[in-house]
């Protein structure tokens, strides 16, 4: 019997687990998907918002700003990348000038801290705002972060703390007996006093599972283009548009490493995996983008991709407790930034019922993650002289080495698949997206995991790589 089952492995499964490490709990994550961040929690603009904008005293507002907060304690424990390089909405006429300047007060509700700049002074600290911006709000404390690694530290912390984690295992129905719930997948079934439901898009199917069905999910897409790396100076601010009802508009911001995000666009759809994209959506991606920007090097689109936002009928997170079943649902943007927070309340929420002790083994540190391309060329020496295989470059787009794939594979939670790999040490992120380095990290993968390489999966289990092999004869 289990004390409490997390479902889903999003960035807000993943807070939870590892919030609940520090109790002596048996603790199972299960997820349909064959890796842990998969979803929605890996197809974002990697914001750690300010919280300036949601309504205060509603849940988007309290957990923003409280998650914003833990942001340098928890990327420190677990190693993961992350910048307060602050945000700019910026107004480009009039009208918008005084939208942002009413924004303020908000602020001081939510407890933000903010500034309204004026033009010269957008400009002095962000030159490459377009030339029609005429002022900006200013919010120092907003970051970005790499949503990737978040999850996997997240969930290797969890599981060297003791969590149990089960991939590729999709809860089909939930049965609630005296003081335990019965969850079932399609071939096994788990026992547990406690059930957390952070199943994303699919939390009010999940809720419906045990008769919770106040609200529902509708899933909102945003695309995404995608800059490489450039060595010229560019934009060093998360630079917002004026937020409308749609959401927070179409954004242009650095990430951790170095390459550009522009979008996402804002509508809803129907089918809760489509995550097609468009040109006529790209395409106004570019103008808004341009409004904000001048001179995006457009030339420099190396990808596009689209996310799917949870967003629910009640238009705030919906967080609650009913008999032992707690909720995490609508987690919508700002979602990534509020998940340590709500990952806290959460586990509040779990010992309310069960009322754990404290885990005194608990340590809330990741062992340290290699980054060959951040290393100085004597610190790489050093490591190449203690582990060659530091000195054989993968990708040679991302500097990456086999030693950083190797080690990616061996932790716990590790890569399983070639986007395991990506997503943990950024093979095939970057110009030849993987087509130079796919090869050899099937190649590695194979012999990691003792694997066939025509076993070798580029993501999902069915999605084999290799059909047969084309030489048999000359084995
Ligand atoms: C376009 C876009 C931009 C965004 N930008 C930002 C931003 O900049 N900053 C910010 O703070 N937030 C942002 N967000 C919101 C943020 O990404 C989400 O709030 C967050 O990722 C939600 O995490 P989650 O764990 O709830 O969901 P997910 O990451 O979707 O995780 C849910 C998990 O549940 C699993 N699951 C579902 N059903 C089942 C089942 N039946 N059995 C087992 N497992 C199941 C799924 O496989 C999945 O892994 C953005 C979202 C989008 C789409």
């Given at each position: 019997m289990y004390d409490v089952i997390v479902i889903g492995a999003g960035v807000i499964g993943g807070c939870v687990a590892r919030e609940l490490a520090r109790y002596k709990a048996k603790v199972l994550v299960l997820d349909k998907e064959n890796d842990v961040g998969n979803v929605t929690s890996m197809a974002n603009s990697a914001i750690v918002h300010s919280g300036y904008d949601p309504k205060p005293g509603t849940n988007k507002a309290k957990y923003n700003v409280l998650g914003n907060k833990m942001y340098d304690l928890l990327t420190k424990e677990l190693d993961v990348e992350f910048k307060r390089i602050g945000s700019l909405t910026c107004a480009t006429n009039e009208e918008e000038l005084e939208i942002i300047k009413s924004f303020v007060s908000r602020a001081n509700d939510n407890g933000v801290e903010v500034k309204i700049l004026n033009q010269e002074e957008t400009r002095k600290i962000e030159p490459f705002v377009s030339d029609s911006v005429v002022g900006s709000l200013y919010a120092p404390s907003a970051g970005i972060i790499n949503p990737f690694e978040l999850c996997v530290g997240l969930f290797e912390n969890a599981l060297d703390n003791g969590v149990e984690l089960l991939l590729n295992e999709e809860v089909v129905s939930i049965e609630r007996l005296t003081n335990r719930f019965v969850v079932r997948t399609k071939d096994k079934e788990f026992e547990t006093r406690v059930v957390v439901n952070a199943a994303g898009l699919y939390s009010d199917k999940i809720a419906k599972m045990v008769g919770i069905d106040y609200f529902n999910i509708t899933p909102r897409k945003g695309e995404y283009f995608v800059l490489d790396h450039f060595e010229k100076p560019f934009v060093s601010h998360v630079i917002f548009p004026v937020p409308s009802e749609k959401g927070k508009g179409i954004l242009v911001t650095p990430t951790t490493h170095n390459n550009y995000l522009l979008g996402p666009s804002s509508e809803f759809v129907e089918d809760k995996s489509d995550l097609s994209t468009d040109k006529p959506t790209l395409d106004n991606v570019r103008v808004n983008a341009s409004k904000l920007v001048k001179n995006i090097p457009f030339n420099y689109i190396i990808r596009q991709f689209s996310g799917l936002r949870a967003t629910g009928s009640t238009h705030d997170f919906i967080i609650d407790e009913r008999?032992?079943?707690?909720t995490l649902g609508g987690i919508e943007s700002p979602g990534l930034a509020s998940a340590p927070a709500i990952g806290k309340e959460a586990v509040r929420l779990v010992n309310s019922v069960l009322h754990?002790?404290?885990?005194?083994?608990?340590?809330?540190?990741?062992?340290?993650?290699?980054?060959?391309?951040?290393?100085?060329?004597?610190?790489?020496n050093d490591l190449i002289k203690q582990d060659p295989s530091f000195g054989h470059i993968?990708?040679?787009?991302?500097?990456?080495?086999?030693?950083?794939?190797v080690d990616c594979i061996r932790r716990n939670a590790g890569a399983r698949t070639i986007k395991g790999v990506k997503k943990r040490c950024r093979p095939g992120f970057g110009k030849c997206q993987g087509g130079f380095c796919e090869p050899l990290i099937m190649e590695i993968l194979a012999r990691e995991l003792n694997l066939d390489p025509l076993n070798v999966r580029y993501d999902s289990v069915k999605s084999y790589i290799l059909q047969s092999e084309t030489k048999e004869g000359d084995k």
């Open positions: 008999d032992g079943f707690i754990l002790e404290t885990n005194p083994y608990f340590n809330p540190f990741r062992r340290k993650v290699i980054r060959l391309k951040k290393m100085s060329i004597e610190e790489r993968v990708c040679r787009c991302e500097g990456v080495s086999e030693g950083e794939v």
